[in-house]
């Protein structure tokens, strides 16, 4: 096969990781969405090979999650895209909000993953209404926590794999085709010279082995890679990177905190510099990769949403192999902010957007890349040919604070609202902005219109329960993450959620000994020795302060401090808490100790009700 090129890409590090793989019980049947109705659209290719196009389904890239338009039961929602969920997914609290009703599954079938293992159930959607076409009676797994950026689900690869897929995240595009006669064919229609390709094998797949997995180098070493757009960033397993030369203690490699899939659990990352990244015919030198212990059966790496959104690629799931070319710039780094070069790609195809949705559809597109120069550009020209639509001028207030430009970034989030005033999302990124600028009584208005006009069961209610907690509104703090916990018990987040609200209840001291309950739950929950551990022993030391229990109030401040020796709170508490046990100079000797790390400690404290 001719037209393949070497290319050389040095990247840098990228984003995180959110995604969990899913097994299913074998016992378990589902109906297959049928999309193949659709009107078929002729596309060039060889005479020997029948190449049609079945639909060119509108991706919108939020950040590095691409999501898609749809409707369950005529209620407007997204979905995720994800190639590396094995069945279409919608969350729990999605599910009780949309009004789905559920029934149980076989005994004994979980879904499992990054973050560990949960429980499912079956929801029936009357009618899915997906690009333009309704689908009667559609079945989708409920479990795990949030997908979070606004989307209810998953479409998975029950979806995708009904034909061949194109991804072209690059332009805001998914496309599946259907191929018939194509062996020995580039099915790669778009490459034309000077642009080069690369072809992979990739493994067979079924309905219980659905996933696009081929072969991949990694320092010389072969490793099985999944194309996966659910996955935020690429991330290898530990043993990949053991494999290559790197383990967690090697020179060079940091801590990159950790990260959440499917379960209630987090699995702790690490950056490392490995000198080649070779699949195809393109090596990446010199790449920075996450790696942690992200416990796949099938898979050694999974190549996220920073790889499809700088590579088009197309998966012949009919012929078993896998086309792409390279897109120009960052590859696995796609928080640089220097915006990427454009691969020959963009010269060789003069299709611009023909509307505002293309614009828009590619302007968020270039947003995900980091490229904020030319995302400005196309949703700028959406918003020009589209002034009354609402969802450009918010997407392009994203880009616009994104790009530390709060001044246009407020313009838009006002005229998006002005449009459009009961968008929660609008209202909560214009409170957002305003509490940035100081604006508190601003936000506050916006934060109080999203609590009416959002549904109990919300995600965005975590978030709104931080953002009243920041301002100092402790029991509506509190209210917010009553109700997000009500609905998000197998949420990654959960254990945030439980130590955010023992913070509010100790802060206020009340309901003192649930606050205690749902610190010690929290650090049940949270990875030992992250941010979030030490904050929560803190935060259970205050509670027991507060309690008189000034014993076990020490021993959380003491293991807090052995962490994170600097955490004025904490020595400012032991303090107060020795003093109390007729340990004065010990406790004199960390309040002294607390007010050379923090002056105001000591006012924190007393605006509290809390004195030595």
Same mark, same amino acid.
């Given at each position: 096969?001719?037209?393949?090129?070497?290319?050389?890409?040095?990247?840098?590090?990228?984003?995180?990781?959110?995604?969990?793989?899913?097994?299913?019980?074998?016992?378990?049947?589902?109906?297959?969405?049928?999309?193949? !109705?659709?009107?078929?659209?002729?596309?060039?290719? &060889?005479?020997?090979?029948?190449?049609?196009?079945?639909?060119?389904?509108?991706?919108?890239?939020?950040?590095?999650?691409?999501?898609?338009?749809?409707?369950?039961?005529?209620?407007?929602? $997204?979905?995720?895209?994800?190639?590396?969920? =094995?069945?279409?997914?919608?969350?729990?609290?999605?599910?009780?909000?949309?009004?789905?009703?559920?029934?149980?599954?076989?005994?004994?079938?979980?879904?499992? !993953?990054?973050?560990?293992?949960?429980? %499912?159930?079956?929801?029936?959607?009357?009618?899915?209404?997906?690009?333009?076409?309704?689908?009667?009676?559609?079945?989708?797994?409920?479990?795990?926590?949030?997908?979070?950026?606004?989307?209810? !689900?998953?479409?998975?690869?029950?979806?995708?794999?009904?034909?061949?897929?194109?991804?072209?995240?690059?332009?805001?595009?998914?496309?599946?085709?259907?191929?018939?006669?194509?062996?020995?064919?580039?099915?790669?229609?778009?490459?034309?010279?000077?642009? &080069?390709?690369?072809?992979?094998?990739?493994?067979?797949?079924?309905?219980?082995?659905?996933?696009?997995?081929?072969?991949?180098?990694? @320092?010389?070493?072969?490793?099985?890679?999944?194309?996966?757009?659910?996955?935020?960033? /690429?991330?290898?397993?530990?043993?990949?990177?053991?494999?290559?030369?790197?383990?967690?203690?090697?020179?060079?490699?940091?801590?990159?905190?950790?990260?959440?899939?499917?379960?209630? /659990?987090?699995?702790?990352?690490?950056?490392?510099?490995?000198?080649?990244?070779?699949?195809?015919?393109?090596?990446?030198?010199?790449? +920075?990769?996450?790696?942690?212990?992200?416990?796949?059966?099938?898979?050694?790496?999974?190549?996220?949403?920073?790889?499809?959104?700088?590579?088009?690629?197309?998966?012949?799931?009919?012929?078993?192999?896998?086309?792409?070319?390279?897109?120009?710039?960052?590859? =696995?780094?796609?928080?640089?902010?220097?915006?990427?070069?454009? %691969?020959?790609?963009?010269?060789?195809?003069?299709?611009?957007?023909?509307?505002?949705?293309?614009? /828009?559809? #590619?302007?968020?597109?270039?947003?995900?890349?980091?490229?904020?120069?030319?995302?400005?550009?196309?949703?700028?020209?959406?918003?020009?040919?589209?002034?009354?639509?609402?969802?450009?001028?918010? $997407?392009?207030?994203?880009?616009?604070?994104? @790009?530390? +430009? &709060?001044?246009?970034?407020?313009?838009?989030?006002?005229?998006?609202?002005?449009?459009?005033?009961?968008?929660?999302?609008?209202?909560?990124?214009?409170?957002?902005?305003?509490?940035?600028?100081?604006?508190?009584?601003?936000?506050?208005?916006?934060?109080?219109?999203?609590?009416?006009?959002?549904?109990?069961?919300?995600?965005?209610?975590?978030?709104?329960?931080?953002?009243?907690?920041?301002?100092?509104?402790?029991?509506?703090?509190?209210?917010?993450?009553?109700?997000?916990?009500?609905?998000?018990?197998?949420?990654? #987040?959960?254990?945030?959620?439980?130590?955010?609200?023992?913070?509010?209840?100790?802060?206020?001291?009340?309901?003192?000994? *649930?606050?205690?309950?749902?610190?010690?739950? %929290?650090?049940?929950?949270?990875?030992?020795?992250? /941010?979030?551990?030490? +904050?929560?022993?803190?935060?259970?030391?205050?509670?027991?302060?507060?309690?008189?229990?000034?014993? *076990?109030?020490?021993?959380?401040?003491?293991?807090?401090?052995?962490?994170?020796?600097?955490?004025?709170?904490?020595?400012?508490?032991?303090?107060?808490?020795?003093?109390?046990? $007729?340990?004065?100079?010990?406790? $004199?000797?960390?309040?002294?100790?607390?007010?050379?790390?923090?002056?105001?400690?000591?006012?924190?404290?007393?605006?509290?009700?809390?004195? &030595?």
């Amino acid at each position: 096969m001719t037209g393949r090129r070497l290319l050389a890409v040095k990247s840098e590090t990228g984003k995180s990781f959110n995604r969990g793989r899913h097994t299913l019980c074998p016992r378990l049947c589902f109906a297959v969405l049928v999309v193949m !109705g659709l009107p078929c659209l002729a596309a060039p290719a &060889p005479a020997t090979c029948n190449l049609r196009k079945l639909v060119d389904i509108p991706v919108t890239m939020e950040g590095t999650r691409p999501l898609v338009n749809a409707k369950i039961n005529d209620e407007d929602v $997204q979905f995720t895209i994800d190639s590396g969920a =094995f069945y279409s997914s919608i969350s729990p609290a999605s599910a009780a909000q949309l009004r789905l009703r559920l029934s149980p599954a076989p005994f004994g079938f979980y879904l499992s !993953g990054v973050g560990g293992r949960t429980d %499912a159930s079956i929801a029936t959607v009357k009618v899915l209404t997906f690009a333009g076409v309704p689908i009667p009676n559609v079945q989708f797994l409920v479990g795990g926590g949030e997908v979070g950026r606004g989307s209810v !689900g998953l479409l998975g690869q029950n979806f995708l794999r009904l034909a061949d897929v194109e991804y072209d995240l690059a332009k805001g595009a998914i496309r599946l085709w259907r191929s018939e006669k194509c062996e020995h064919t580039l099915l790669a229609y778009w490459a034309k010279e000077p642009l &080069p390709y690369s072809l992979i094998d990739i493994d067979r797949t079924t309905a219980l082995a659905p996933h696009t997995i081929g072969t991949a180098f990694l @320092n010389g070493a072969k490793i099985r890679v999944m194309f996966d757009t659910g996955a935020e960033t /690429s991330v290898l397993s530990l043993r990949a990177a053991e494999r290559a030369g790197i383990k967690p203690d090697s020179a060079g490699v940091v801590d990159a905190g950790y990260n959440t899939g499917i379960g209630r /659990s987090a699995v702790k990352t690490y950056l490392g510099r490995f000198s080649s990244f070779k699949i195809g015919d393109e090596e990446i030198r010199n790449a +920075q990769l996450r790696f942690g212990d992200i416990g796949l059966d099938n898979a050694e790496m999974l190549l996220g949403a920073d790889f499809f959104l700088s590579h088009r690629i197309y998966v012949s799931n009919n012929l078993h192999e896998l086309f792409f070319t390279y897109n120009g710039g960052p590859v =696995f780094d796609l928080e640089r902010r220097s915006p990427a070069k454009p %691969a020959a790609e963009d010269h060789t195809d003069p299709n611009e957007p023909v509307n505002a949705a293309g614009y /828009s559809q #590619r302007g968020n597109a270039f947003a995900g890349r980091r490229d904020f120069e030319h995302a400005l550009r196309d949703l700028t020209h959406a918003c020009e040919l589209a002034p009354d639509n609402a969802e450009y001028f918010y $997407q392009r207030g994203l880009v616009y604070r994104e @790009n530390r +430009q &709060p001044e246009p970034a407020m313009t838009d989030f006002d005229r998006a609202i002005e449009l459009k005033s009961t968008d929660v999302r609008f209202l909560a990124a214009r409170a957002a902005l305003r509490l940035e600028r100081g604006d508190t009584d601003g936000a506050m208005a916006d934060f109080d219109a999203v609590d009416r006009l959002a549904p109990k069961e919300a995600d965005l209610r975590l978030s709104l329960a931080d953002d009243y907690g920041r301002t100092d509104r402790l029991a509506r703090s509190i209210a917010q993450f009553d109700l997000w916990i009500e609905f998000h018990h197998d949420d990654a #987040r959960l254990s945030q959620a439980l130590s955010g609200r023992c913070w509010a209840k100790a802060l206020l001291g009340e309901d003192l000994s *649930k606050a205690q309950s749902d610190c010690s739950a %929290a650090l049940k929950l949270a990875p030992k020795g992250s /941010s979030l551990y030490v +904050q929560t022993l803190e935060h259970r030391g205050l509670v027991r302060l507060r309690l008189g229990d000034y014993e *076990k109030s020490i021993a959380d401040y003491d293991d807090s401090l052995k962490l994170a020796p600097g955490n004025y709170w904490s020595l400012y508490g032991r303090g107060i808490a020795k003093i109390r046990r $007729q340990k004065t100079a010990e406790g $004199q000797a960390d309040l002294e100790a607390a007010k050379k790390l923090s002056p105001e400690i000591a006012d924190a404290f007393a605006h509290r009700g809390i004195n &030595p």
